[in-house]
């Protein structure tokens, strides 16, 4: 069974730092092109970042050169270090293959940017 269970959200103040992991269970972890996606309130889940099984990584616009997104293949994580947060990067975080499949969103973890 394929699982994906994301943790590390919380309340950061505008300019804070948060650091997400997420634990995969039920694939071939090292093979995969993994995504860390967000859903704001009454906007569609979107993809924020990627890397590839050799490691490469691409970007939103709207967080190049504050996210970066890392995996540790021994360990079956995927991270995403998010640093400089904005207010608009409030959302619930998931973590999924990339593209994402159906069956295989988690609860997400919650991410709130305020003041």
């Known amino acids: 069974q394929v699982q994906f269970v994301e943790s590390g959200g919380g309340l950061v103040q505008p300019g804070g730092s948060l650091r997400l992991s997420c634990v995969a269970s039920?694939?071939?972890?090292?093979?995969?092109?993994m995504g860390w996606y967000r859903q704001a309130p009454g906007k569609q889940r979107e993809l924020v970042a990627h890397?590839?099984?050799?490691?490469?990584?691409n970007y939103a616009d709207s967080v190049k050169g504050r996210f970066t997104i890392s995996r540790d293949n021994r360990k079956n994580t995927v991270a995403l270090q998010m640093n400089s947060l904005k207010p608009e990067d409030t959302a619930v975080y998931y973590c999924?293959?990339?593209?994402?499949?159906?069956?295989?969103w988690g609860q997400g973890t919650q991410v709130t940017v305020s003041s």
């Open positions: 890397i590839f099984s050799g490691g490469s990584t």
């Open positions: 999924n293959l990339v593209p994402g499949a159906q069956d295989y």
């Open positions: 039920g694939i071939i972890f090292s093979i995969q092109t």
